[in-house]
């Protein structure tokens, strides 16, 4: 193995962003670094392949021109050797090199035409637009990105994730729609417990961190490695926005998921994950779908062709419990659900009201999490994991465990994290699925009928820290005490005055 560092990668791969700052907005840096990164290491590993494969007795016309010996073609337009040579009109050569890199692979299709290197909106005129662009290039020219230069063979994907993070944290609010904090993939996860040969799914996948836990999770299972080792899980996920869907493909090809199906369109009104007219089904349903989302789609819902919404219609401008029957209806009949929510799902009525009533009755869900405030980016609410189960443990049906979890987390300048010991905390009490005083309640479900279908956590786990125990005995001598001491102060000060002649 080479001597790249992660350190060393994530460092240079960050620092690529003081070369665009001041020139494009934040929230833009990702597209045009990601894009660079993903041109570097295409032609890297395409140029390391071709010289193996001479290395070992191949003509240089088949190593260098032939699509079937390498994973991903590199044409010759878009190999870093040609685009370090770029000096002038450089963004609309490198607009060219992802266009050719697309039409010679088809996975690569729509990955790298949302990036746009010839934007003068974004990058300035011709001139300054060059001079950009091509400190770029020299920049990323400093690394090598060949498996024969990385120290760690896995390190490129955890760098995509590094970046992902500091752009979502750079970004503030806008970095809501395309991350979620790992330390809450991390705890869905393990409280889903994905397994080896498993369906999973994400309806709203972002760039795609909560497909990718899943699948290291799966491979940590089974002695195997992410990045390295093949994934015996199958991933799918959906994605409305368009340059999110192109960095959630890109994150999957670096970890080296290069089979996952991800989908671009709108999940509630155009679900693209069907076969045979019918939906897909999934052992495990990971999501983080935007909070309370307006005009999410009830204009349709009523005429659904997939008949996803039995339970009701949420409010035309709170698309939660949407999502959530969507989830609900890709469910396979041994599967779980994992989901992100606001906490104004637990008890809001009208609409949500009937369908949390219909979810309850049909003894969907296993447990209700509430999470600290200040978690996310891009609001300040405090959230809850639900996790919905159609094929509960015989000692779970009739009932549903409360853990109160908001008060365990790290408070940051910016933001809360959970803490890695939050996270242990609150799977083993879904794993224990028992009663812990002021953190977790199992409540048969026959007392949350009798609380109307309210599921709000703090009706059911007494939060308040309890009184102090009063010794009645110690503390009346204390009283006689400081009585006994005020009595003989009066005293004191009574002798003093008549000293004075002031009584007599």
């Known amino acids: ?55 070992e007795g191949e003509d240089d016309d088949v190593a260098w021109a032939d699509p079937d010996e390498h994973q991903f073609f590199v044409p010759k337009r878009a190999r870093w050797t040609e685009i370090g040579k770029l000096t002038k009109d450089v963004g609309d050569a490198l607009n060219k090199a992802c266009a050719a890199l697309e039409e010679a692979n088809a996975t690569l299709e729509g990955v790298l035409l949302g990036i746009d290197f010839n934007d003068s909106r974004k990058l300035g005129d011709g001139k300054q637009r060059d001079s950009i662009l091509h400190r770029m290039v020299g920049h990323f020219s400093e690394l090598s990105l060949r498996n024969s230069d990385l120290s760690e063979p896995d390190m490129l994907g955890r760098a995509y994730e590094y970046l992902i993070e500091k752009f979502a944290d750079d970004a503030g ?55 390295t080792d093949p994934i015996n899980v199958t991933l799918h996920g959906q994605e409305k926005n368009l340059g999110t869907w192109a960095i959630c493909k890109m994150n999957m090809l670096l970890h080296g998921l290069s089979d996952a199906r991800i989908e671009k369109g709108d999940t509630i009104r155009e679900p693209k994950l069907v076969h045979g007219g019918e939906l897909m089904v999934y052992d495990r349903v990971i999501a983080n779908p935007p909070f309370s989302l307006d005009k999410w789609g009830v204009e349709m819902a009523a005429e659904d062709p997939f008949q996803r919404f039995h339970y009701g219609l949420p409010p035309k401008n709170m698309g939660d419990y949407a999502f959530v029957q969507h989830m609900l209806a890709t469910l396979s009949a041994k599967g779980m659900v994992g989901v992100v929510m606001p906490l104004g799902v637990l008890f809001r009525g009208s609409g949500d009201g009937d369908i949390r009533k219909g979810i309850v009755d049909d003894d969907l869900f296993e447990a209700i999490i509430g999470l600290p405030e200040n978690l996310f980016y891009g609001t300040g609410i405090p959230a809850t994991v639900l996790v919905l189960n159609r094929d509960k443990p015989k000692k779970r049906k009739g009932k549903i465990l409360f853990i109160h979890a908001a008060e365990g987390f790290e408070a940051r300048s910016n933001q809360n994290v959970l803490r890695t010991e939050d996270v242990r905390g609150i799977v083993a009490a879904f794993r224990k699925y028992s009663d812990e005083d002021r953190f977790s309640r199992v409540v048969p479900v026959e007392e949350v009928r009798e609380n109307d279908y309210n599921l709000n956590i703090t009706r059911y786990v007494d939060t308040l820290e309890p009184e102090e125990r009063i010794d009645v005995r110690s503390a009346m001598a204390t009283l006689k005490k400081l009585e006994g001491e005020r009595d003989a102060a009066a005293a004191k000060m009574d002798e003093l005055l008549r000293r004075l002649g002031h009584v007599e």
Request: glycine share 10%.
């Open 1 to 55: 193995m080479g001597n790249l560092t992660p350190t060393k990668l994530n460092g240079h791969l960050w620092a690529a962003a003081d070369i665009l700052r001041g020139s494009i907005d934040s929230s833009d840096y990702k597209n045009y670094i990601f894009g660079f990164l993903f041109l570097k290491r295409l032609s890297d590993r395409f140029e390391e392949e071709a010289e193996h494969l001479i290395a």
């Open 173 to 227: 609010k806008k970095g809501g729609e395309f991350y979620t904090p790992q330390r809450v993939v991390e705890l869905i996860t393990q409280l889903l417990d994905p397994e080896d040969g498993m369906r999973i799914c994400d309806p709203t996948c972002g760039s795609g961190g909560m497909l990718i836990q899943s699948a290291a999770y799966v491979a940590k299972k089974s002695g195997r490695r992410l990045g």
